[in-house]
């Protein structure tokens, strides 16, 4: 069956940085562009970013625009997002979403 296992979440100082994988199985990988997008409590679920299939592509919310990074490896099945100049504003749950699933989340949490 298909899967989406984020990892890599946690807690980090303001400026500070981080790096979520998420592993993908059950399904082609290297053939589905693949999504970032986090949650706050109460608000809707907001894209973070995208990346093609091949990873030629990539597409970013203007929030984290210059501070993140997506990024893909399509022979290990990994999802990347390197997170740059951390705000508290970017506190959340990260999930990654491809082939029509999501992952089960990551905390992120940015404070002093």
């Known amino acids: 069956q298909v899967q989406l296992v984020e990892s890599g979440g946690g807690l980090v100082q303001p400026g500070g940085s981080l790096r979520l994988s998420c592993a993908a199985s059950g399904f082609t990988f290297s053939a589905f562009a693949m999504y970032w997008y986090r949650q706050t409590p109460g608000q809707e679920r907001e894209w973070v970013a995208t990346?093609?299939?091949?990873?030629?592509?990539?597409n970013y919310n203007d929030s984290v625009k210059g501070r993140f990074t997506i990024s893909r490896n399509n022979a290990r099945n990994l999802l990347y997002l390197q997170m740059n100049s951390l705000k508290a504003e970017d506190t959340a749950v990260y999930y990654c979403y491809g082939a029509n699933y999501w992952g089960q989340g990551t905390q992120v949490t940015v404070s002093l």
């Open positions: 990346i093609s299939s091949g990873g030629a592509s990539t």
